[in-house]
């Protein structure tokens, strides 16, 4: 679930691409991005990132597996 403070606008990003890199590396947790106050992007750290694709997988091949 994105919390609020999870939500930022993209010129912030753009401003200060560093300080959300290593904020997105230490929580793991996605940032929503806005353009002019509209969820546009979402940004996240690419380790938190396979694992959640290493999840999917998994509950997939589970999910195969009990058919």
Same mark, same amino acid.
């Given at each position: 679930m994105v919390q609020l403070r999870d939500i930022?606008? =993209? %010129? #912030?990003f753009l401003r200060d691409h560093k300080a959300y890199i290593q904020r997105l590396t230490e %929580? #793991?947790?996605p940032e929503v991005l806005t353009v002019n106050g509209r969820a546009k992007l979402i940004v996240q750290d690419a380790e938190a990132y $396979? $694992? =959640?694709l290493d999840l999917i997988d998994?509950?997939?091949t589970q999910r195969i597996l009990k058919q």
């Open positions: 930022s606008p =993209l %010129t #912030g %929580t #793991g947790r $396979q $694992q =959640l998994e509950l997939d």
